[in-house]
């Protein structure tokens, strides 16, 4: 029960810390102070004390588009074990509706974008189901890989599988896949260098354009969801890369979110050192993205 408990309480209140923490690592990178590591906590307390504005020309889709996508966000993280511990809910299979409940809310997402009637909303969406059609071939090879190494089709057995074969056989597809893992994280998220949440050039915006006649609540529940799915997400890559068991549930949490955070740093670390990519070398890293999955398998096969 304990071990539940903590798990609700990290999934609800520590997402909005990572992208504190990744624009303070860009601010230090760029020699300035930055904006406060809980700016983000601050923004949807305001947010959610606004009024909200709706246009006549859109419908309940519209509406329905935030809430759906933090909806999905919160149960797919009650499917993912934070550290050492089980996940809240945990079956057979449970990985294709992990994968498709991102997906259902990236659907809504962009249909609120084109509910809207606009033109520059809906070439955002395009982009944005584009490069997800790309991701999620790499994120169902990464966990073929997972379930190949459990022996499992459950994500808290594949994420908590202990490699009896040693890292010397598992080494070389875990590093593959650990990178594979990251493209998808960056891509799905929004982030540099596929795509720039800060931006507002006309012709790079993808996920930011779809979302900008959002306001008040609608828009703190958007924000809240994106950092909803970067943690989610970024749960799963570190369950391939770092996964420590300390035994108690306390520690587990407090080493978790130790690894979050040290991930939140790497973020910002890539977006610091790396300028974003053209639209036209976006595919490429994802279709590179597939690939590294796929040889981790075949590295599995041999």
Same mark, same amino acid.
């Given at each position: 029960?304990?071990?539940?408990?903590?798990?609700?309480?990290?999934?609800?209140?520590?997402?909005?810390?990572?992208?504190?923490?990744?624009?303070?690592?860009?601010?230090?990178?760029?020699?300035?102070?930055?904006?406060?590591?809980?700016?983000?906590?601050?923004?949807?307390?305001?947010?959610?004390?606004?009024?909200?504005?709706?246009?006549?020309?859109?419908?309940?889709?519209?509406?329905?588009?935030?809430?759906?996508?933090?909806?999905?966000?919160?149960?797919?993280?009650?499917?993912?074990?934070?550290?050492?511990?089980?996940?809240?809910?945990?079956?057979?299979?449970?990985?294709?509706?992990?994968?498709?409940?991102?997906?259902?809310?990236?659907?809504?997402?962009?249909?609120?974008?084109?509910?809207?009637?606009?033109?520059?909303?809906?070439?955002?969406?395009?982009?944005?189901?584009?490069?997800?059609?790309?991701?999620?071939?790499?994120?169902?090879?990464?966990?073929?890989?997972?379930?190949?190494?459990?022996?499992?089709?459950?994500?808290?057995?594949?994420?908590?599988?202990?490699?009896?074969?040693?890292?010397?056989?598992?080494?070389?597809?875990?590093?593959?896949?650990?990178?594979?893992?990251?493209?998808?994280?960056?891509?799905?998220?929004?982030?540099?260098?596929?795509?720039?949440?800060?931006?507002?050039?006309?012709?790079?915006?993808?996920?930011?354009?779809?979302?900008?006649?959002?306001?008040?609540?609608?828009?703190?529940?958007?924000?809240?969801?994106?950092?909803?799915?970067?943690?989610?997400?970024? *749960? %799963?890559?570190?369950? !391939? #890369?770092?996964? =420590?068991? @300390?035994?108690?549930?306390?520690?587990? /949490?407090?080493? $978790?979110?130790?690894?979050?955070?040290?991930? *939140? %740093?790497?973020?910002? !670390? #890539?977006?610091? =050192?790396? @300028?974003?990519?053209?639209?036209?070398? /976006?595919?490429? $890293?994802?279709?590179?993205?597939?690939?590294?999955?796929?040889?981790?398998?075949?590295?599995?096969?041999?």
């Amino acid at each position: 029960m304990t071990h539940t408990l903590l798990h609700i309480v990290l999934l609800l209140g520590v997402p909005p810390l990572l992208p504190g923490v990744i624009g303070k690592t860009k601010a230090w990178f760029a020699g300035r102070n930055g904006p406060p590591v809980f700016q983000l906590y601050y923004d949807l307390a305001k947010l959610l004390r606004k009024g909200s504005v709706f246009s006549t020309t859109t419908t309940w889709v519209f509406r329905a588009g935030p809430v759906v996508g933090i909806a999905t966000a919160l149960l797919a993280g009650l499917l993912v074990p934070f550290g050492g511990q089980p996940a809240p809910i945990s079956f057979a299979g449970d990985l294709i509706l992990f994968a498709y409940l991102f997906g259902l809310g990236r659907f809504f997402t962009a249909s609120a974008a084109l509910d809207t009637g606009s033109s520059f909303e809906g070439m955002g969406a395009a982009r944005e189901v584009t490069f997800a059609c790309l991701a999620e071939p790499a994120l169902f090879f990464g966990f073929l890989v997972l379930a190949k190494l459990s022996a499992s089709l459950s994500l808290t057995t594949m994420l908590h599988v202990r490699f009896p074969s040693g890292w010397g056989v598992t080494g070389a597809s875990l590093v593959l896949l650990a990178a594979s893992l990251f493209i998808v994280l960056l891509v799905e998220n929004s982030r540099i260098p596929f795509d720039d949440p800060n931006t507002h050039l006309e012709l790079t915006m993808i996920h930011e354009v779809m979302v900008l006649d959002h306001g008040g609540p609608a828009l703190g529940m958007i924000l809240y969801g994106a950092a909803l799915k970067l943690f989610v997400i970024g *749960a %799963v890559l570190l369950r !391939v #890369v770092a996964p =420590v068991d @300390a035994g108690n549930a306390w520690a587990d /949490a407090g080493i $978790f979110v130790a690894t979050m955070l040290a991930l *939140a %740093v790497a973020i910002g !670390v #890539v977006e610091s =050192v790396m @300028a974003r990519f053209r639209l036209v070398f /976006a595919p490429t $890293f994802l279709v590179a993205a597939c690939l590294l999955s796929a040889f981790s398998m075949i590295l599995l096969l041999r």
